[in-house]
T-cell receptor, first 117, second 112 residues
Framework: AQKVTQAQTEISVVEKEDVTLDCVYE???????LFWYKQPPSGELVFLIR??????QNEISGRYSWNFQKSTSSFNFTITASQVVDSAVYFC??????????????FGKGITLSVRP | ETGVTQSPTHLIKTRGQQVTLRCSSQ?????VSWYQQALGQGPQFIFQ???????GRGNFPPRFSGLQFPNYSSELNVNALELDDSALYLC???????????FGPGTRLLVL
């Protein structure tokens, strides 16, 4: 069975600090996708990034960067120069075949990030 | 481009009642997935609909059922509500063979 572990439950930083959110996954599939979603207090899950299992190239998008390492089954997310608006719950997710047209997502328990002014 | 919408936003029911939640997919997306998110937890996959048929199901009992309509919108029905059904119910839409799912704002259900 697939599993996503987000060992950190809550992180609190002061604005402008850098913060890294950890994600470790387990899967027997050779082809899979990893995701990060952001969930602000409103509840809607906002898609941030998708990575497939064949692409270990790290990515930077503005203040966000992602480090994917298959050797350690990790897909970590770093926010540089954090801002108060970054305060939210962040979920790492892994896709697995659902038997349907699309894969289903297996989510970790989420990391609550609080950025203080 | 219209995103995923869900209704109602909040709902209060009593144990044993039935509830219907609604979802309109993002424009052009013909696959809809439903997730249940209990407080403090990550979302759990309930089922997925494609071409108006259930096409993949998670570990949820048969009293959780759904429909998809020709315009790709979807309903989640829950019969014989239990207290543990209190949760945020999220709908996500996607294109077939497109791995990224886009989520709506959710419906918060409270069962008393």
């Amino acid at each position: 069975a697939q599993k996503v572990t987000q060992a950190q439950t809550e992180i609190s930083v002061v604005e402008k600090e850098d913060v890294t959110l950890d994600c470790v996954y387990e899967t027997r599939d050779t082809t899979y996708y990893l995701f990060w979603y952001k969930q602000p207090p409103s509840g809607e899950l906002v898609f941030l990034i998708r990575r497939n299992s064949f692409d270990e190239q790290n990515e930077i998008s503005g203040r966000y960067s992602w480090n994917f390492q298959k050797s350690t089954s990790s897909f970590n997310f770093t926010i540089t120069a954090s801002q108060v608006v970054d305060s939210a719950v962040y979920f790492c997710a892994l896709s697995e075949p659902s038997g349907g047209a699309n894969s289903k997502l297996t989510f970790g328990k989420g990391i609550t990030l609080s950025v203080r002014p | 481009e219209t995103g995923v919408t869900q209704s109602p936003t909040h709902l209060i029911k009593t144990r044993g009642q039935q509830v219907t939640l609604r979802c309109s997919s993002q424009s052009g997306h013909n696959t809809v997935s439903w997730y249940q998110q209990a407080l403090g937890q990550g979302p759990q996959f309930i089922f997925q609909y494609y071409r108006e048929e259930e096409n993949g199901r998670g570990n949820f009992p048969p009293r959780f059922s759904g429909l998809q309509f020709p315009n790709y919108s979807s309903e989640l029905n829950v019969n014989a509500l239990e207290l543990d059904d209190s949760a945020l119910y999220l709908c996500a839409s996607s294109l077939p063979a497109e791995e990224t799912q886009y989520f709506g704002p959710g419906t918060r259900l409270l069962v008393l």
